[in-house]
């Protein structure tokens, strides 16, 4: 049971650092339609930034980065910091972070746990609302936010364009996403939760067009000897 609960509490703490990464590599593509009628206008200039950023995007054909997510509390005391490199290969995608190893080929989700030797398999259910790479190709984002552009700014040392997203679906665990784009490239972005928590992902050593295999991004069991396999499929 404890072992339940431990591997329950840590796929939501992945499901957690996936959401607000993804968001943080490709929201770009998330921000393109407008906001329904009623909840506000979206910043035409903070959509020509946005809009550079997707082309750019969108030229890759493959996609590798190191990160950092730092972890702040309510009074913005360091909860520690979480260092991962990821991989991207049209829908697939590849995660390194904290012992942990996530593989992803767009039909399943294999999550590695280094320090028990155990892998939980799941499927992506295209039908649900779990944030997926899919959706956010397909414009998953479209309708979520409202965006402005804040201006120039010091963040990591660089003159920064800050952008300000606001979901507009008020029940969100999180009120507002600052994101720091340089040379139409998303260099960070800090998530404000409601409960003062805040998430803030770093991007570095990027490289585009990285040599990857579609094996990349498939859990290969005869790589991890003794792997206990739970097959939640």
Request: some cysteine.
């Amino acid at each position: 049971m404890k072992a339940y609960l431990w591997r329950t509490k840590n796929l939501k703490l992945m499901k957690r650092i996936l959401m607000t990464l993804f968001s943080l590599l490709i929201c770009n593509l998330v921000l393109m339609a407008q906001a329904p009628k009623g909840m506000g206008k979206n910043d035409a200039n903070a959509k020509k930034i946005l809009d550079a950023v997707s082309v750019k995007f969108k030229s890759f054909k493959t996609f590798q980065a190191s990160f950092v997510l730092k972890i702040e509390n309510a009074t913005g005391k360091s909860l520690g910091n979480k260092m991962g490199t990821v991989y991207m290969k049209g829908n697939r995608y590849k995660i390194n972070v904290s012992g942990q190893e996530i593989f992803s080929d767009g039909v399943t989700i294999w999550t590695y746990e280094k320090a028990s030797n155990e892998v939980t398999i799941n499927k992506i259910d295209p039908t649900s609302n779990a944030l997926t790479p899919q959706k956010l190709f397909t414009n998953f984002y479209d309708k979520d936010f409202l965006y402005k552009l804040n201006g120039m700014v010091k963040e990591g040392g660089k003159n920064m364009q800050e952008i300000e997203l606001t979901p507009i679906d008020k029940s969100k665990t999180f009120h507002k996403v600052l994101l720091y784009i340089d040379k139409s490239m998303i260099g960070s972005t800090k998530i404000f939760e409601k409960s003062g928590s805040r998430y803030t992902y770093t991007v570095s050593n990027l490289k585009s067009d990285a040599a990857l295999t579609d094996q990349s991004f498939v859990f290969d069991a005869k790589k991890y000897p003794g792997v206990e396999v739970v097959d939640l499929r």
